[in-house]
């Protein structure tokens, strides 16, 4: 009886021509080829890692004080976010990244050091753009610095891992408010000035203002009408002076260069003296 029915019930309805049959059959193996594919992929892929730091230049590590780096990483070829995040933790050892003679091999960082560590799912050799946008929380301020490399399944690198120069200054313009009226020709101006990493600019000090070129400058339809130089307050990274403006409306910049090493950083507002 099974005999007989075997022959009497064929795999394919006899509808099923010659040609129905080969295209099952190639559909049938390209379906296999695929999931072998993708436990082939799943088996070889590794998770690996990259330590990425943003570093002020002439300065400091950038992390949770100032609001970290902003890093992403991606497939340089297609442009698939492969990770991103956030760079915590503290700005380092100042004694050793400012004041100690770096020897090749001597890590700048520690455990406490800020840095992002990226995580990549990948079954084969990846050439990656790695990018930082830092500091990320000031807009004015903000650089975009990257590189490329190569990844490979499995190994990581750690340390120090990557690290990315991140130029200039952070300024903010604490007076005179944005699109302030004034009543006075006498315009008092004050901002604040730091390194990238958020560390202290000031008279004397390890980042000294004494060498920086710390200037404000007034500008109405588009020329500059006066420069001042500004001075350091009673209070560190604080920085003030005064002009005199007849009445009209400006654009006020506050910069701050440092002919050393070319940082530089820049801050504008616009007010009204009526």
């Not at 309805?13 to 010659?18: A, N």
């Not at 080969?22 to 690996?48: A, D, H, P, R």
């Not at 730091?53 to 970290?68: M, P, V």
């Not at 130089?229 to 009673?234: C, R, V, W």
């Amino acid at each position: 009886m099974l005999k007989n029915w075997t022959l009497k019930k064929p795999l394919l309805p006899s509808s099923f021509g010659k040609f129905d049959k080969i295209t099952y059959m190639k559909k049938f193996n390209q379906f296999l080829l695929l999931i072998f594919c993708l436990i082939g992929m799943t088996l070889w892929s590794q998770e690996t890692t990259i330590m990425i730091r943003a570093k002020a230049k002439d300065a400091k590590f950038i992390g949770s004080s100032i609001g970290g780096a902003k890093i992403i990483v991606k497939d340089a070829i297609t442009g698939e976010i492969l990770d991103q995040g956030i760079t915590s933790g503290g700005t380092g050892n100042t004694d050793l990244i400012m004041k100690t003679a770096q020897e090749r091999g001597k890590e700048l960082s520690d455990a406490n050091t800020a840095g992002f560590t990226a995580k990549l799912n990948i079954s084969e050799p990846t050439f990656v753009d790695i990018e930082a946008f830092a500091p990320i929380n000031k807009k004015q301020a903000r650089v975009k610095a990257s590189t490329q490399t190569w990844i490979i399944p499995g190994k990581n690198i750690d340390g120090d891992g990557i690290i990315l120069e991140i130029p200039g200054f952070v300024i903010d313009i604490l007076a005179p408010q944005t699109h302030e009226g004034l009543d006075s020709n006498a315009v008092d101006i004050k901002a604040n000035i730091v390194m990238m990493c958020g560390c202290p600019v000031s008279d004397g000090g390890i980042w000294n203002s004494e060498n920086f070129q710390i200037r404000a400058i007034a500008r109405t339809n588009g020329k500059k009408v006066k420069e001042i130089d500004l001075e350091q307050t009673e209070k560190s990274s604080t920085f003030s002076g005064q002009m005199n403006l007849e009445s009209g409306i400006y654009e006020i910049l506050v910069y701050a260069f440092d002919p050393a090493t070319g940082n530089t950083g820049l801050d504008k507002t616009n007010i009204i003296i009526r």
